[in-house]
């Protein structure tokens, strides 16, 4: 997603395409990382949906996105906005001289429209995930609860029993520190530290879609 959102930004200013289009049919670069940021993100939110049962698995990978592609993406969009349209008084003094720029901005304003679209997918799924911290703290204990050899089950069943029988091989500091442990404490915790993840990233989307929205009106003000 990155190298196509560079190449989009290569192609708007160089004087030659980056993306030689042959076809007039064939999509721009500002349409190829469109469809890249609307298919990378939605085939992520889907594979993430298993996170009460294996937290954290996918989160890392949609900040990535957000961060690093989506981030320099929408960069590049406030700056091909503070060239293409009018600001302040130039607005009134361009007048016709903005049609030349129409086919750019009505490229943006997709562009922007994808990237709303969705980050809003990314935030309801966040709010989703959010809305079910004890619901996730049940669904990890009943997997972490389970009767199989193998798996993080037998290991927290190996942590929950009695250590005093065998305080003379961990030593006294050891098994008192043991004696303390609880499954069900230490599940809340990874619950708790990733709905504080979550909400950190929510944060950050927030954040990305009140530019995109004010870039959206400003698109709109500009073209209507």
């Known amino acids: 997603m990155s190298f196509a959102v560079f190449i989009n930004a290569m192609n708007l200013w160089s004087n030659e395409s980056v993306i030689p289009r042959t076809d007039p049919s064939s ?5 190829i990382v469109d469809s890249l940021v ?3 993100i939605e085939e992520h939110l889907t594979d993430a949906n298993r996170i009460l049962t294996c937290p954290g698995n996918k989160i890392p990978l949609l900040v990535q996105m957000v961060t690093e592609p989506i981030s320099w993406h929408l960069i590049i969009i406030q700056s091909c ?3 293409v349209a009018p600001q302040g008084k130039k607005k009134k003094k361009s007048g016709p001289s903005l049609r030349p720029n129409m086919p750019q901005l009505q490229g943006i304003q997709r562009s ?3 990237l709303i679209e969705t980050l809003r ?3 309801k799924w966040l709010s989703d ?3 079910l911290e004890e619901q996730g703290l049940d669904i990890l204990m009943s997997y972490l609860q389970g009767t199989g050899d193998e798996g993080p089950g037998q290991t927290f069943r190996v942590l929950e029993e009695k250590p005093a029988a065998h305080a003379s091989e961990l030593g006294d500091r050891i098994a008192q520190s043991l004696e303390a442990w609880s499954s069900t404490g230490v599940v809340r915790r990874i619950v708790g530290a990733e709905h504080e993840v979550l909400a950190e ?8 879609l009140k530019l995109l929205m004010s870039e959206s009106a400003s698109l709109s ?3 209507h």
Do not use: T
């Open 38 to 40: 609307k298919i990378c």
């Open 201 to 208: 990233f929510k944060k950050m989307v927030d954040s990305k």
């Open 27 to 31: 999509p721009s670069s500002w349409e």
């Open 221 to 223: 003000s500009v073209l």
């Open 112 to 114: 922007v429209q994808c």
């Open 81 to 83: 906005m503070r060239v």
């Open 129 to 131: 995930q959010m809305s």
């Open 121 to 123: 997918s990314v935030q």
